[in-house]
Every structure is written in C-alpha cells, then in structure tokens.
C-alpha cells in the first residue's frame, strides 16, 4: 500500500479533523453515519473503499464501525445515513453497515478512523466480508488512502 502523498483527501462536513462527532451519528442520537466527501482523487482510480474503526475499543484490534467498497471512481461523497447503494462489508457485529459511536461510560475520549483507499480496479469483491479480509485482498491496489478522524466520548 502506498501512503498519502497529498493528492487524496476525505472531510465530513459533519466534524473537523480531531472534532467531535456529533451525536447524531453516535448510539445516543439518530445512529447514522455522517457525510464524507473526498477530492484529489489520484489518475487511474478504478473505485474507493471506505473502512471506519475505532483502535481505542476495549477489543484486541479495535472496533470496525463500517466497511464499504465497490463505490465507483467517479463517486464524490458519500451523504448522511447512505452507503447502501455500495457494497456491503461487515462491522465488528458481524453486521452490514455502519454501526454508531458508543465508547463504554468512563473509558474516555474514543478516535474514529475514517480511512478511504483510491484503487486500480474494482476488484469485484462480494457483501459481507470484514475488514481484515477487504484490507487483504485491497493491499496491491491501493493508489493512494486518506484519512479523517472524529472522536466521541459517553463520559
């Protein structure tokens, strides 16, 4: 995997980088998962995925929030609460699509990773694979990834 050279970049207009998600998309709101919208897509991107996982759950390996892929080179953005019109991976839950903020009361400030990758191809991959598997097979053809974070906390 290449690293981010600049090119790729992915905001919310939600929260800003290092900001604080709102409850809307958190356990204690509406539960949707916030718009993103990305620019500086890099020459010969084939399609996006998007991972989003939180590395300060009480779990080995974090907590994965949300796993999209299939979303075609020419997609934008991403809007409030969407997502199901692309492919389908599976969250820490063993669930399809996003799963809202919710730190443990009193286990402090959590970090939400919102990681988009630019890729070669559509590899084609099936609903329903978690995110270690989608990481897997994705790693040859990143182009470039981008990153947003968010943080929450129930304290």
Known sequence: MKLNLGELV???????HGGRLPDAHSANGEGVSPELSWSGVPEGTRSFVLVVDDPDAPLVGG???WVLYGIPADA?????GGGAQYRQG????GEPGWRPASPP????????FF???????DLGLPEGLP??????RIGAHVINQARVVGTYSND
């Open 10 to 16: 992915v905001t919310s207009p939600a929260f800003s």
């Open 63 to 65: 907590f994965v929030h």
């Open 76 to 80: 934008t953005s991403i809007q409030q």
């Open 90 to 93: 599976l969250n820490s839950r």
């Open 105 to 112: 009361p009193g286990h402090g400030t959590h970090h939400y």
């Open 115 to 121: 990681h988009l990758y630019a890729l070669d191809e």
């Open 131 to 136: 995110a270690r598997e989608v990481l897997d």
